[in-house]
């Protein structure tokens, strides 16, 4: 950041275990798909010395998107950790994936560092989704800054995209996003576009040439100077106004001049602060070339503007009762507090878990306390349990390599630990404490299936709860009433990815079926049924005989049972077996095989035998008259009903609310938030929102977002009842 002149990279990137949480920064990567964050990586690994020439480390692997799943789909699908060092700094880099699927691993990236890099691609500019992932930042005050790629594009240019960061990012303060260095163009191509092959820096206004693969220093020309003394007074007039020295833009408006020793410690305070956002470029290394264009300005923004471990305030710690504990955050003589920010499994180690420690050491062999709480809704059970930490690792494309120890605010990978699932709590086994979990989003799109065959079905559980403790965003569910495996995604590319893992890395092939909604039953007006179960073959027989009303009632208000027999027509110790044959022929159905809901049986008369009647014999007559009831009644359909709310970009309301009357949908009403934003809340059949995330994606651009929740179950149009009975009957 201060423009010093490295001639050479850094030390080997072999990082292994950070001596002091001073010398670590933990930096996540965040951009739309394609902005270039893992070229990026690669580029400042290449930089540091970490890979080769060829971006390689030694096995051959790429030091990011390693796994063969992403090489397949060529797209990063998960976190990945890529430590290395620069100045005698440990710098941890989570690559997170861009596409909107996997937020989970970018929310698990942002969970584990305390400072953020936004990619922004010059041919593409900022989505939406990346809005508002800085707007989930700034919630919190983290730090950030921004870095522009793609230069080499034929339309590419720094000053409009720096503009457009301005805007999209800079909220009411549009100065607090300015640039620290201007591209330097080359001759222009016979399409007419000048490479960048340089940079001028604005503090120090000198020029740092890559043209050659290295960087060289030297002083700008005339030509340069006009611009670059423009864009300096802008940035240091934004510098100045987020100092916290109150004197310093007084001293400046009265034409004092400020030493750039001082505007560099405030910039590098106010980047700290996560008050002022910086804006470099970057581009990856030409072949041959040992560093990247802009790499080495932004290790140095990274190692001497982003702040320490130290300097953040960590999530909320209490005991696994939920008494609150105070810890010296970040004190790696305090007791241990570590997190799972991701779990995966490796076909030779078995599982390995990536934790952030937040405070005291983690070592090899020792032996921790694994809490995990608050997931139960998501297929999870609560733990409490001691496990032994096995070997200790940091990882670097596909291998693994050892250290003894980690402390606080470091990053490494533990190896077998059996319980222990993404969000969990590792800390001292005299002293067990727990984070406050950070949040996720629901996974709203389900995906039935079904093992494709005797062997899949006998591994499908096991595989299934190894995927869900591995992706938080994921939720299994076993559906009692549709009597479906169902397993709810975030899109259709986490589905695939998890089809993707059961059966390569758990070996379970399963089939994927249409999803079903949990329907119900109810009586349409009232029905007399009459249910007779008399056999006499030899021996003991069985008589039972009984009439009921039955009548529908409010919604809500389940099987309601009543006894109005006189005399003692059905003796008195029958009357409970009739209740019991009617409530489990209710939960049966009575005519398309949903449960019944929402009416009230009454029983009236009957008949008994003193030898033959038996309680088996009065919950099948109970049962039959039930049955018969139904036979001379209309039977409505009843349907699931969510309250739905959605978030939504302005520009997109109109089109979001025309599109949930199309499903069915009543919208309740509308909410202005901040943002430019509007929250609708609708309520629409769960039948018509099976595919709601994928849609309202496409719908949105990726801007919106909605949450759902069961609200009641209502009749369902006869014509919609009709056309569902008739694609059962096709299935069938």
Known sequence: MGDKTHTHPGAAGRATAADHPASVRNVVLVGHSGSGKTTL??????????????????????????????????????LSLVPVEWDGIKINLLDTPGYADFVGELRAGLRAADAALFVVSASDGVDGATRMVWEECAAVGMPRAIVITHLEAARADFEEMTRTCAEAFGGDDPDAVLPLYLPLHGPPAPDGHAPVTGLVGLLSRKLFDYASGERVASEPGEAELPQLDEARSLLIEGIISESEDETLMERYLGGEQVDVKTLIEDLERAVARGVFFPVLAAAPAADGARQGLG????????????????????????????????????????????????????????????????????????TVHVSGHGMTDRGHEDHDVDERIGALSTPFGKQQRPVTHVIAGDLACV??????????????????????????????????????????????????????????????????????????????????????????????????????????????????????????????????????????????????????????????????????????????????????????????????????????AFQTAGALALREAAADAKIHLLEPVAEVSVLVGDDYVGAVMSDLSGRRGKVLGTEQTSGGRTLIRAEVPEIEIGRYAVDLRSLSHGTARFDRRYARHEPMPAQVADRLREEVRAAS
């Open 41 to 78: 990586v690669e580029a400042l690994a290449l930089t540091t010395g970490a890979v080769n020439r060829a971006g390689r480390v030694e096995d051959g692997s790429c030091v990011s998107d390693y796994d063969d799943m992403e090489h397949r789909q060529q797209r990063s699908v998960q």
């Open 295 to 366: 790499t080495v300005e932004l290790l140095e923004l990274i190692t001497r503007g982003f702040p320490t471990p130290l300097e953040r305030a960590a999530p909320r710690v209490t005991t696994p009762e939920g008494a609150g504990r105070e810890l010296r955050m970040c004190d790696p003589e305090e007791s241990l507090v570590a997190e799972v920010v991701k779990t995966s499994s490796d076909p030779y180690v078995g599982r390995i878990s990536m934790v952030r420690v937040f405070s005291g050491t983690l070592r090899a062999d020792q």
């Open 415 to 616: 190896a077998k630990l059996t319980r222990a699932e993404t969000g969990d709590t590792l800390s001292a086994k005299e002293d067990p404490l727990l984070m406050a979990p950070w949040e996720m989003p629901d996974p709203l799109l389900p995906l039935a299936i079904e093992a494709h065959s005797k062997p899949d079905e006998d591994k499908l559980s096991q595989g299934l709860a190894r995927l869900v403790a591995e992706d938080p965003t994921m939720r299994l569910e076993h559906n009692q009433d549709t009597h479906q495996v169902v397993l709810w995604c975030l899109g259709e590319a986490h589905a695939d990815v998890a089809l993707e893992r059961l059966r390569s890395r758990y070996g379970v092939q399963v089939d994927v079926v249409p999803h079903r909604v949990s329907l119900r039953e109810t009586f349409g007006g009232r029905a007399a049924g009459r249910g007779r179960h008399v056999k006499q073959s030899g021996g003991h027989g069985q008589y039972a005989i009984c009439e009921i009303e039955v009548e529908p009632l409010p919604g809500g208000s389940g099987i309601e049972f009543v006894d109005k027999v006189v005399g003692g027509a059905v003796p008195r110790q029958f009357i409970p077996s009739v209740e019991k044959g009617v409530r489990a022929q209710a939960a049966k159905g009575v005519a398309a095989g949903h449960p019944l809901i929402d009416v009230r049986v009454t029983l009236l008369d009957g008949k008994a035998h003193s030898v033959d009647s038996s309680d088996a």
